[in-house]
């Protein structure tokens, strides 16, 4: 059975059905959005967006350094991508 198909038409069912409710409660929602990346009058020009979404970014590297290092290859010749090695194990 092939998997991708399945996760992207679940994907897109979710993105619709997020858009939905989102639609149902926009003023809700658009405040949410709007608190949350800091775009609602606050003090000064760039403070909610720091104090906001752009606090978060620190977080989204973080995320990314360790999805990195979970995915990261184990091939024994150091800069072979693992489908450059399997390659070259077929051809042998």
Known sequence: ??????????AACAVVVGLGIWLQHARLAGHWFQVHTGIVNEPGPYYGFWSGFGSDLEEFGIL?????????????????????????????
């Open 1 to 10: 059975m092939k998997w991708r198909p399945i996760v992207i038409v679940f």
């Open 64 to 92: 990314g350094l360790i999805t990195k290092q979970v995915t990261a290859n184990d091939t024994p010749d150091p800069g072979v991508h693992n489908s450059q090695a399997s390659a070259d194990r077929r051809a042998d």
